[in-house]
Nanobody
Framework: QVQLVESGGGLVQAGGSLRLSCVAS????????MGWYRQAPGKQRELVAS???????KYADSVKGRFTISRDNAKKTVYLQMNSLKPEDTAGYYC???????????????WGQGTQVTVSS
């Protein structure tokens, strides 16, 4: 079984920082794109940031200049450094990874269980 486990969420005041981590475990042959999504109550899940296996990144306009995504391929871990947090960043944050469990497998997307980020004004 493959698992993605997020950590690092919490309650922070506006202007503060948090660092999220997501570790992939289980039998994994290769990991492609890893990303962070968020979902606030009553809203659709949206892409926050993504990173390819060679480090190319993409960000939602709302977080550009404030959030930084990075990854450690050896540790099968993706990070999201969140600075200058705003109340509108409050949401459940979910890790996603496109990966193959075996060389002959198709790429399949896996999700973590999510970690809550709450930013108070």
């Amino acid at each position: 079984q493959v698992q993605l486990v997020e950590s690092g969420g919490g309650l922070v005041q506006a202007g503060g920082s948090l660092r999220l981590s997501c570790v992939a475990s289980g039998h994994i042959y290769s990991i492609g794109i890893m990303g962070w999504y968020r979902q606030a109550p009553g809203k659709q899940r949206e892409l926050v940031a993504s990173i390819t296996s060679i480090g190319s990144t993409k960000y939602a306009d709302s977080v550009k200049g404030r959030f930084t995504i990075s990854r450690d391929n050896a540790k099968k871990t993706v990070y999201l450094q969140m600075n200058s947090l705003k109340p509108e960043d409050t949401a459940g944050y979910y890790c996603n990874a496109d990966l193959r469990r075996y060389p002959s497998d198709y790429v399949v997307g896996y999700w973590g269980q999510g970690t809550q980020v709450t930013v108070s004004s």
